[in-house]
């Protein structure tokens, strides 16, 4: 289990906002395959790969008690491979094809996909259709799987990141059912069973709903034969379930967490008022230049760290987190904290400037026009859009409105998204003396008396 795991899409979805459109290089229509399913296609005539990228809105499995493991232990089990054929067999099939599938599983959302070379991608389309129609689901591999995640987690509890972060969901989470996932406990995969997996699965594939993107060199035509095998094994509609809902805690609190560490862990989080539309794009580029300014004063100026991070992070739809962090020696812990923090006090209280936007601007057209050369990735934030509900020509549009950014629009998108608002600051460091703080603890759990 990665650190806020359901920050898995963060840079998929986050990015669809800014990134999303060097797609305009390619040609993107939208079509209905012959069996009735609507799809986004990119056509890029000199791709070697092709792919279709699929999803549905989700939810199910926050919606139980300690249900949170569901989303982990499902999609996994899933891709172990379909009935009536052996992991190995399934394994060297995936190898002949040279194909790549995914199916990921996130509080609002379940993600999917297939990627291979155009001339494989029939053949690996009909091994995932059976994937999906009927997939294993062997209790001994659940079992197996289970235990993989719990040592996991085990030895993630000795990383100060990992533990600044479980500290911090105490905080911003309250109750949620979020917060069992984010504070990583391993009860969350306790109670999940093959048939709770088969639920969820009854509940969400379904083709009704479904939102699916290519991308590649075939003619749309063709691909949509393709959609439509994927898909052949799929009922029309899913059972009805209830989708959980998330608290959310917006506390100005400070926790400092006793633990030995090879470094002293600083972490700014807190909730923003940033939404996945299009003035995301500001805040995409305000938390890059925010990035450059907190590596220069932790180790440029204090020479305190090797660097420090700045990231919009997306754990639910909206709004988004804001997380800002970094590793330093223990004796300038106390140092490098306020200057971090006066780092993002100035960056509330005066913008960024137009030379900083300048290289921003540029850095991000560079870094889109050479991600939109692969068929994976624009049919990812083509299927990510159409997900999170934005115009139908977002992708074909970004580009436009990463260049039309101005110093007064990110300003001001950082003054009604960030002022005011309250971020929870935790510390991980053997001695919590020299700290001002709100509690002091040993353990992670003790961060729920901080509230």
Request: charged fraction near 20%.
């Given at each position: ?303 305190a760290s090797y660097g420090a991070s700045a990231q919009l992070l997306s754990p639910v739809e909206t709004p988004y987190i804001l997380s800002l962090s970094a590793a330093v020696a223990h004796e300038k812990g106390v140092e490098a904290l306020a200057a971090m923090r006066a780092e993002f006090a100035a960056m509330i209280d005066k913008g960024i400037t137009a030379d ?31 997900l999170t509900g934005r115009p139908a020509d977002h992708v074909a549009t970004a580009l436009q409105r990463v260049a039309a950014l101005s110093v007064e629009t990110v300003n001001a998108a950082i003054l009604a998204n960030l002022k005011g608002k309250s971020f929870v600051t935790v510390v991980v460091t053997p001695q919590a003396s020299g700290f001002t703080s709100d ?13």
């Amino acid at each position: 289990m990665k650190v806020f795991r359901v920050w898995f899409a963060t840079l998929i979805l986050g990015m669809c906002a800014v990134a999303s459109g060097a797609g305009a290089q390619a040609a993107i229509t939208d079509h209905v395959t012959p069996g009735g399913l609507s799809f986004r296609y990119a056509h890029l005539p000199d791709a070697q790969e092709q792919t279709i990228q699929f999803g549905w809105r989700d939810g199910f499995a926050f919606g139980r008690a300690k249900g949170q493991g569901l989303s982990s232990l499902g999609p996994n089990l899933i891709l172990q491979g379909p009935k009536g054929m052996s992991r190995g067999e399934f394994a060297e099939d995936l190898k002949d094809f040279r194909a790549r599938l995914s199916l990921v599983s996130s509080p609002s959302y379940t993600m999917g996909g297939v990627v291979a070379p155009h001339g494989k991608i029939a053949d690996a389309i009909a091994l995932f259709a059976k994937v999906l129609a009927e997939p294993a689901l062997e209790p001994a591999r659940l079992e197996e799987l289970r235990q993989q995640y719990r040592a996991s987690l085990r030895q993630q509890s000795s990383n100060a990141s990992v533990l600044a972060h479980r500290t911090s969901a105490y905080l911003l989470h309250g109750d949620s059912p979020l917060l069992d996932w984010h504070a990583g406990s391993p009860a969350v995969y306790d109670d999940v069973s093959v048939e709770d997996i088969a639920a969820w699965r009854s509940a969400v594939f379904a083709r009704e709903g479904l939102m699916i993107s290519a991308a590649g060199r075939l003619p749309p035509d063709d691909i949509g034969e393709q959609i439509d095998k994927l898909f052949a094994g799929l009922p029309a509609r899913g059972k009805d379930f209830k989708r959980g809902e998330f608290a959310r805690a917006e506390v100005q609190k400070t926790a400092v967490l006793e633990k030995t560490a090879p470094q002293t862990q600083l972490l700014i989080i807190g909730w923003t008022g940033f939404k996945p539309d299009h003035e995301l794009a500001a805040g995409q580029v305000a938390a890059r230049v925010l990035r450059l300014r907190l590596f220069k004063a932790v180790r440029e100026k204090l020479g305190a760290s090797y660097g420090a991070s700045a990231q919009l992070l997306s754990p639910v739809e909206t709004p988004y987190i804001l997380s800002l962090s970094a590793a330093v020696a223990h004796e300038k812990g106390v140092e490098a904290l306020a200057a971090m923090r006066a780092e993002f006090a100035a960056m509330i209280d005066k913008g960024i400037t137009a030379d900083e936007l300048s290289a921003e601007q540029s850095k991000l057209t560079s870094e889109l026009q050479e991600a939109f050369r692969r068929p994976s990735s624009i049919a990812s934030l083509l299927r990510n859009a159409q997900l999170t509900g934005r115009p139908a020509d977002h992708v074909a549009t970004a580009l436009q409105r990463v260049a039309a950014l101005s110093v007064e629009t990110v300003n001001a998108a950082i003054l009604a998204n960030l002022k005011g608002k309250s971020f929870v600051t935790v510390v991980v460091t053997p001695q919590a003396s020299g700290f001002t703080s709100d509690c002091a603890i040993t353990q992670v759990e003790e961060a729920a008396r901080c509230r």
